[in-house]
């Protein structure tokens, strides 16, 4: 099992950043991916961004590129995100996400085996 719990979300203004962090505990030493979701209200979870734990490699959702970077920190099992020049559009619950395994699927929620609480983020215009 492994245990990720998120923070850093919040209320901000547009144009404003925020950086989120999600730590993950328990068998973390199997991790493959990390990930960063979120959905907003009436709509399916959107996948934003995943980076692999071992080779630091990463891809985003083109709607974030250049204005989020998601990273990790090995020694502390913890994936950040930063998200700058915030715009209404990216107001949502932002949930971490663990895939224990290779050849997955990344942009597929289904191909995650662990998620955290979510942490709201709300940008207004």
């Known amino acids: 099992q492994v245990q990720l719990v998120e923070s850093g979300g919040g209320l901000v203004q547009a144009g404003g950043s925020l950086r989120l962090s999600c730590a993950a505990s328990g068998r973390a030493f199997g991790l493959y991916t990390m990930a960063w979701f979120r959905r907003a209200p009436g709509k399916e979870r959107e996948f934003v961004a995943n980076?692999?734990?071992?080779?630091?490699?990463?891809v985003y959702l083109d709607s974030v590129k250049g204005r989020f970077t998601i990273s990790r920190d090995k020694a502390k099992n913890t994936v950040l995100l930063q998200a700058n020049n915030l715009k209404p559009e990216d107001t949502a619950v932002y949930y971490c996400a663990a895939s224990m395994g290779p050849g997955r699927k990344i942009f597929t929620p289904l191909s995650y085996d662990y998620w955290g609480q979510g942490t709201q983020v709300t940008v207004s215009s």
């Open positions: 980076i692999n734990w071992s080779a630091g490699t990463t």
